[in-house]
């Protein structure tokens, strides 16, 4: 789970880095994309609360931005005080302290394994949607930990795979265009990446569409 947190801040920061102000102004002209992002950002908040209903938990607070802005925003790490499992991180603005910057919410199972997270990130200069959303889905499956990402509009866009299979190491990562292509190969011949041992044990009766997870829960 840290391990995709580090990707979704990796991502993020490629994002602010490098500037997208061109897909900001999209944004801006495309009031369905607009209106969805925001209304998936609420509810992952919403689902952030909900999970601390009833729970007792601690939190830890820090201080982060990016090049140019480290003291940009003031996280909130929520963790469930029995079990120490992370729940949810937030980000607030310190200029605006009403203004969320960033929430992740995490989903565990029985074993104490995250089943699913959600995250949505605003920039810290154009607000009226969010700049990233994520929907990861989990599958663990004796020695191997996958998990495929989706956006809040229900776009598939990432897939990883790693552990060990039989005692060998495992590795798959494909992104957009890659899952394309498998895609498009296993319609037509049958064949390449998605059918592979490798990756059916790995990915199995994972969910292939994010549709039932729009609203997290």
Same mark, same amino acid.
């Given at each position: ?12 920061? @490629? ?53 140019? &802005? ?25 200029? &605006?302290?009403?203004?969320? +910057? ?25 607000? &009226? ?15 191997? +930990? ?19 299979? &039989? ?33 059916? +044990?790995?990915? @199995? ?13």
């Amino acid at each position: 789970m840290r391990n995709v947190s580090v990707l979704l801040f990796l991502i993020l920061g @490629g994002l602010i880095s490098s500037g997208v102000a061109s897909s900001a102004e999209v944004m801006r002209e495309d009031p369905t994309h607009v209106n969805s992002w925001n209304a998936f950002a609420n509810h992952c908040y919403k689902l952030h609360l909900k999970q601390l209903e009833g729970r007792e938990y601690t939190v830890k607070t820090s201080i982060g931005g990016y090049y140019g &802005n480290e003291n940009f925003y003031r996280q909130e790490d929520y963790y469930d005080a029995e079990t120490g499992l992370l729940l949810s991180t937030l980000q607030w603005e310190r200029e &605006n302290p009403e203004n969320l +910057h960033s929430v992740a919410v995490y989903v565990y199972g029985e074993d104490g394994k995250v089943i699913r997270d959600y995250s949505a990130t605003y920039l810290p200069h154009y607000r &009226n949607a969010p700049s990233q959303t994520l929907i990861f889905l989990h599958r663990y499956n004796d020695g191997t +930990h996958a998990f495929r990402s989706f956006d809040a509009s229900g776009d598939r866009i990432y897939e990883q795979c790693q552990g060990e299979i &039989n005692g060998e190491g495992v590795m798959l990562s494909l992104e957009s265009d890659d899952i394309d292509e498998a895609i498009y190969q296993l319609k037509q011949n049958g064949g390449g990446t998605m059918a592979s041992p490798v990756y059916k +044990h790995c990915f @199995g009766d994972l969910e292939e569409a994010a549709d039932e997870y729009l609203i997290p829960k």
